[in-house]
């Protein structure tokens, strides 16, 4: 049996018809750039995730260097940014001027530590960025009380959290400005790069506006400079009519996680991620802590199992990072690193495939 890790053509033959008529619709009225499918999606996405505003941008990335922007942090003021998570989350920090602070993970869920963040807040911390990561949202109440009066920023990076909930809140509701990406292999994907800005705050949706469209509301009156992140109305159209079947989407994912818990509870050699009560978890991964992770995996991949690995070098280990001149070493993360597998969780897998993975990791442990 083969198991594919991730089939995006499971997604995009439910949306193929739609997609192909809006498309040919696209062509013919030549309507590219701005106007009706992108402002509908940004409306609808908006609603989805409990904000005020959405505001499309050309990729996450993007949005996120833009949302710290908006902010208006002091020039070199510090950003404190989970050790564990894809390089854009502090990437988008120094691009900005700004001085990343990592923070460790959680060892039970995998987000932001909120023990980490209270030791690394400073007088110069000016923000957090808090990654929900796999799909699981992190401590938002523990994290908003350590800020409390400290005029510091949350930034959400909800990359990998499409319709996850923090209690009744929909994740990128919750901070200051969140920030998604809409990369293919995403839980709500495009047909190529693209990412959105959300916040509840007129002023901040402006500004994040503006600054992804050179600086400007009118087509020649420029406040102040800014890039060029525009979402497309090819993508803005496919995006909105995938949007209708996300919650679908994700309860597959979700009842394919639950065998996983079903089947591989007990094992000692493997540790299951924890499901916080306060989480709806969308489950963009599936990670587990295992021993002997490297053998595991090669064993998976000749028994015809695909797998991944979320994330091989913890962010400080990072040659990108060895400036800094901090001693991380001591982080869950830096351990975390070498054991952590994801298994295959995609919404294109079927019961007995899921069943045929945990049969061989039980094999694999002689459990």
């Known amino acids: 049996m083969k198991i594919k890790f991730s089939d995006l053509s499971f997604f995009n033959k439910i949306v193929k018809t739609e997609v192909e008529d809006k498309l040919l619709e696209l062509i013919s009225n030549s309507r590219f750039i701005g106007g009706k499918e992108k402002l509908e999606f940004e409306k609808n996405f908006a609603k989805y995730t409990q904000t005020k505003h959405c505001i499309g941008v050309g990729n996450c990335t993007d949005g996120l260097e833009i949302a710290i922007k908006a902010l208006s942090l002091k020039r070199q003021s510090e950003v404190i940014v989970p050790s564990n998570s894809f390089i854009a989350s502090s990437e988008a920090v120094t691009n900005n001027q700004l001085k990343v602070v990592f923070a460790d993970c959680d060892p039970q869920n995998y987000t932001i530590s909120l023990e980490s963040i209270k030791r690394k807040i400073t007088k110069k911390t000016s923000a957090i960025v808090v990654v929900h990561l796999y799909g699981h949202p992190a401590n938002m109440d523990g994290i908003k009380e350590l800020v409390k009066e400290k ?157 991944g690995i979320h994330y091989p070098i913890a962010l400080p280990k990072l040659n990108a990072y060895k400036h800094l001149k901090t001693d991380y070493s001591s982080f869950f993360s830096f351990k975390n690193d070498s054991n952590i597998l994801s298994l295959p969780v995609s919404e294109h897998l079927k019961r007995d495939e899921i069943l045929y993975t945990t049969n061989l990791i039980k094999k694999f442990y002689n459990a």
């Open 151 to 307: 005029n510091i920023k949350i930034i959400e990076d909800c990359a990998q959290a499409h319709g996850a909930k923090y209690y009744n809140n929909k994740v990128g509701s919750i901070g200051d400005i969140g920030v998604f990406s809409f990369y293919p292999g995403k839980n709500l994907g495009a047909f190529g790069d693209a990412g959105c800005i959300v916040t509840n705050s007129s002023s901040l949706a402006k500004k994040c506006k503006m600054i992804s469209n050179h600086g400007r509301l009118d087509k020649y009156n420029h406040e102040f400079e800014g890039r060029n992140s525009r979402l497309d109305n090819i993508q803005a159209a496919i995006l909105d009519i995938k949007l209708r079947y996300l919650d679908k989407i994700n309860s597959l994912k979700i009842e394919n996680a639950k065998i996983y818990f079903d089947q591989l509870s007990g094992i000692n050699q493997l540790i299951l991620p924890k499901q916080e009560s306060w989480a709806f978890c969308v489950y963009h991964q599936f990670v587990v802590r295992v021993s002997n992770r490297d053998n595991l995996k090669s064993f998976l991949s000749n028994n015809g199992v695909e797998t």
